[in-house]
C-alpha cells in the first residue's frame, strides 16, 4: 500500500531552506515512508512527550521527518535536527 502525502506549511517553508544533499536525503525518507512507513532505514517511531500521536523517521544520523497519519495519508510535519524536533514536532 502507498500512502498519498500531505505536505505541511511548515515542512515545505524548512524544506526550502535546505541545502541540495539534504534536501536529496529528505526526498527519499519521504519516498520510503510513502510505499513503507516501517521501513527498517528510517527507524520509524512514535515521539515522547507529544500530545498529538506523532511519528519520526530517521533522513539521517541526526536529521529526522515527523508525521502524522490522517487515515490513508501521511501528513508531513516538520524536517530537521533531532533536538530542534521536540521543540516544534
Not at 38 to 44: D, F, K, R, V, W
Not at 56 to 61: I, L, Q
Not at 62 to 70: A, I, L
Amino acid at each position: 500500500m502507498t500512502y498519498e502525502l500531505q505536505f505541511s506549511t511548515n515542512f515545505r517553508r524548512v524544506f526550502r531552506k535546505k541545502e541540495q544533499q539534504m534536501k536529496d536525503a529528505v526526498s527519499d525518507c519521504i519516498r520510503k515512508l510513502a510505499a513503507n512507513p516501517h521501513h527498517p532505514g528510517l527507524n520509524t517511531h512514535k515521539m515522547k512527550g507529544t500530545r498529538d500521536e506523532v511519528w519520526e523517521a530517521y533522513v539521517d544520523k541526526g536529521n529526522r521527518v515527523t508525521f502524522h497519519y490522517e487515515g490513508d495519508r501521511i501528513v508531513l510535519r516538520n524536517n530537521c535536527n533531532h533536538d530542534i524536533l521536540y521543540r516544534n514536532p
